[in-house]
């Protein structure tokens, strides 16, 4: 019993990062509908920001994350107004294939600039650690889950109520209505897509800190976060914190009764058994 | 051209092609059934994206299913060659058809995602498995023969070929082409879409276990990491949609003139081949979203402004 407390303890908190994960590519698709597959490129990117800036100036981590966010955030915006909106009306096998070749380009361009080498954010307080009514909880991911909740509570309020995120809903719903109104679409795409990539930043700088990263750790994100959006549902940004915790606890659990290579399978299962079962998500409207 | 006289010169191509392994140095025949290999798959991959529309990410599996029905078969039970090969087909075949009632029935990024997902599950699966050699792998008995190799992938590709052939002018092949158009219309002019999306998907598993099967005899050693690798699922789509999808020689074209770019830029640096790899794609789906092969009948007529036409079609 004690040992599943424990286990429900870890879930959670890495649940939360995973939400955050999902976060950007269930923006990104809701608004532009691209599924991004370069997603967990960029988070892995966000990681190594990370990195070189606490290994190389001996920035916090937790300080080099907005930082992380900037440069994502430029790097997502050019990408989409100087190439994915030349695609957007295309057919969408094709907007998944040149995300995916995105991928391939970050993947190993990161492999010859920053080797492909493990590597591992260790700020002097890694090792701290508190009991929570029994169950050890790391100090770092205590962190790591309160920044990805605080992002998330961030975007929703950011999407509610201020001018630009009325107009990214705006385009979400109705393209056209929203052009009318004065919303530049070329503009605001990249400026949803720079918003993921921001997000995909911050997912990687607190992936970085609990984790070790290398330039190959992208695609089994982007899959994780495909699972978690799935899960949740493209509706709201609290239906996707829903689909990460879950998907956290799934996972902790796994790990311990199945065996610790089982994970990807049994989070794969589910996304498979969602999409046949309710393929709007679980929490998402039904079409 | 008439249709005739495309067909002589592909004949003539395939003689060619044959007598590679008499003239040609090591080096290029290994290449050779490297790229054969390759075009097969992306051949393959064309019955169930090009023709059917339904872009499957996780055609490596059939691949990787058809090298461990050999490796199992000869490894562990002593059994020739074809009796494995014919193992890795029917593993193959089993899975498409068991995944593919579940999975043939999303459409569009459903698909393509939950198929995404399958190399990685099956490499854990397969490490797991005492019969496949878990994560260790298997060595299959040493056959020095590189000829006998080329000519069998020859083979493999021609008799593709000759299968996307016959669904390009088959009650069945427009069945898929429908399907592709307007799922719902063709059910509604009375194709049984789940039975033929079903009979695409096992048909394309055949001809990728068979290429498996092949490579890893080849190759004589196989781990579920180079078996169900997940980069040989871009290269094969990558190539297809490259040369054309939906086209009989398009998928083909695109692996061999892919393939050989991908060998020479390979020989300095190795990732500068995968970077290669993703700027192709990300410059052809820009600038040619329909293959090479529509760029080829296209631009005699539109010249340069053909790649302007296809962007100005799908930008904001």
């Known amino acids: 019993m004690q040992l599943l407390w424990q286990i429900l303890v870890n879930g959670v908190l890495l649940g939360g990062l995973y939400a955050l994960m999902a976060l950007g590519l269930v923006l990104v698709w809701g608004v532009l509908n691209i599924v991004n597959l370069a997603h967990g490129a960029l988070i892995m990117l966000g ?67 920053f080797s492909a080498d493990f590597r591992t954010i260790n700020p002097s307080y890694a090792g701290a650690n508190f009991s929570f009514l029994g169950a050890t909880v790391p100090l770092v991911r205590l962190l790591a ?79 994780k976060s495909f699972a978690i959006a799935i899960i949740g549902g493209l509706d709201k940004s609290i239906y996707v914190l829903a689909g990460g915790l879950f998907l956290g606890i799934v996972e902790a659990v796994t790990a311990l009764y199945i065996g610790p290579t089982y994970t990807d399978v049994v989070s794969f299962g589910i996304l498979v058994l969602v999409l046949i079962v309710r393929p709007t998500g679980l929490l998402g409207r039904t079409a | 051209m008439k249709f005739s006289t495309k067909l002589a010169l592909a004949g003539v191509g395939i003689a060619l092609l044959a007598t590679v392994p008499w003239w040609g140095s090591a080096v290029l025949v290994q290449f050779g059934i490297n790229a054969l290999i390759l075009a097969t798959l992306a051949q393959s991959w064309n019955i169930i994206g090009g023709y059917t529309g339904y872009p499957s990410f996780g055609n490596s599996v059939f691949y990787g299913l058809g090298g461990y029905g050999v490796a199992i078969a000869m490894v562990q039970y002593g059994l020739p060659f074809p009796v494995g090969l014919a193992i890795g087909i029917g593993l193959a075949v089993g899975f498409a058809i068991l995944l593919g009632l579940p999975v043939l029935r999303l459409r569009g990024h459903y698909f393509a995602i939950a198929t995404l997902g399958l190399a990685e599950v099956m490499t854990a699966i397969v490490s797991n498995l005492e019969i496949a050699g878990r994560n260790v792998g298997l060595i299959l008995p040493l056959v020095k023969g590189d000829v006998l190799f080329f000519e069998l992938s020859l083979i493999l590709l021609v008799v593709t070929t000759l299968a996307v052939m016959w669904i390009s002018r088959s009650r069945f092949g427009f069945g898929l082409i429908a399907i592709r158009e307007n799922e719902q219309a063709a059910a509604v002019m009375g194709v049984n879409t789940t039975l033929y999306k079903i009979l695409a998907f096992a048909l394309c598993s055949v001809f990728a276990a068979v290429a498996g099967g092949i490579h890893a005899y ?99």
């Open chain 1, 47 to 113: 990681a190594y920001a990370c990195y070189y800036l606490f290994t190389g100036l001996g920035w916090d981590p937790f300080a080099a994350l907005p930082v992380a966010m900037v440069l994502l955030f430029c790097l997502g915006y050019v990408i989409q107004r100087y190439v994915l909106n030349l695609i957007i009306r295309a057919p969408m096998f094709n907007t998944l294939l040149i995300t995916f070749g995105f991928e391939v380009v970050i993947t190993y361009l990161a492999q010859i600039a």
């Open chain 1, 145 to 223: 889950f309160a920044v990805a909740l605080a992002l998330t509570l961030g975007l929703w309020l950011f999407l509610e109520h201020t001018r630009i995120g009325r107009a990214i809903r705006a385009t979400a719903q109705n393209l056209i209505a929203a052009r009318l109104y004065g919303v530049n679409p070329r503009h605001l795409y990249a400026l949803t897509f720079g918003i993921g990539a921001a997000l995909a930043g911050a997912a990687g700088t607190l992936y970085g800190v609990v984790s070790q990263i290398n330039p190959y750790i992208g695609s089994g994100l982007t899959g």
């Open chain 2, 218 to 316: 080849w190759i004589t050693y196989l781990d579920p990491g180079s078996a169900f690798d997940v980069a040989l699922n871009v290269k094969m789509i990558i190539m297809a949609v490259f040369g054309g999808p939906g086209t009989i020689f398009g998928p083909v074209l695109g692996a061999f003139v892919l393939s050989a770019i991908s060998e020479i830029l390979a020989a300095k640096v190795t990732s500068l081949a995968s970077i290669f790899f993703g700027i192709v794609i990300v410059a052809a789906i820009v600038f040619m979203p329909r293959g090479f092969a529509d760029l080829v009948r296209r631009f005699r007529q539109s010249g340069w402004r053909y790649f302007q036409e296809n962007i100005r079609t799908y930008r904001v």
